[in-house]
């Protein structure tokens, strides 16, 4: 009895829908270890898709850059990104239930000092113009 052929599709026809050449060229005038940070990032931004809202303000990985950087992955609690404390920065908090980047704990920080200038500012009686005198 003879065989069924095999169909002569490569992988790569298999897979032509994930295409990888135009996230290649975003990441091409970057240096090679900040590339490389994103495509970690953007993979498990993937890898976890709906579970980013549960994981909000976690750490999910701690790695030796060398013996005195240590290089973070979290999820911002603010913004619900996956972000590297060396490109986004990280404010740290010690329970590690709301970890910010950055731009979020400046924001934060922006807001309770417009809240504390408000808080501490007296409040004015509307004052009364004059009567020009003529």
């Not at 240096?31 to 990032?41: C, N, Q, S, T, W």
């Not at 750490?59 to 013996?67: A, D, Q, S």
């Not at 950087?69 to 911002?76: A, M, P, R, T």
């Not at 924001?107 to 417009?114: D, I």
């Given at each position: 009895m003879g065989r069924a052929r095999k169909s002569k599709?490569?992988?790569?026809?298999?897979?032509?829908?994930?295409?990888?050449?135009?996230?290649?060229?975003?990441?091409?005038?970057?240096?090679?270890?900040?590339?490389?940070?994103?495509?970690?990032?953007?993979?498990?931004?993937?890898l976890l898709g709906i579970r980013i809202e549960k994981l909000r303000g976690r750490?999910?990985?701690?790695?030796?850059?060398?013996?005195t950087?240590?290089?973070?992955?979290?999820?911002?609690g603010g913004c619900m990104k996956v972000c590297h404390s060396l490109d986004d920065g990280l404010e740290e908090d010690p329970n590690n239930v709301n970890n910010l980047c950055g731009a979020c704990a400046?924001?934060?920080?922006?807001?309770?000092?417009?809240?504390?200038?408000e808080a501490s500012a007296p409040a004015r009686a509307p004052s009364r113009k004059r009567a020009a005198a003529s």
């Open positions: 599709t490569s992988k790569r026809d298999k897979y032509a829908s994930f295409d990888m050449a135009d996230e290649a060229e975003e990441d091409a005038d970057l240096p090679k270890d900040e590339a490389g940070r994103r495509k970690i990032k953007r993979q498990y931004a993937e750490i999910l990985n701690r790695e030796r850059i060398n013996k950087i240590e290089g973070i992955y979290f999820i911002c400046k924001q934060k920080a922006q807001a309770a000092a417009a809240a504390a200038r």
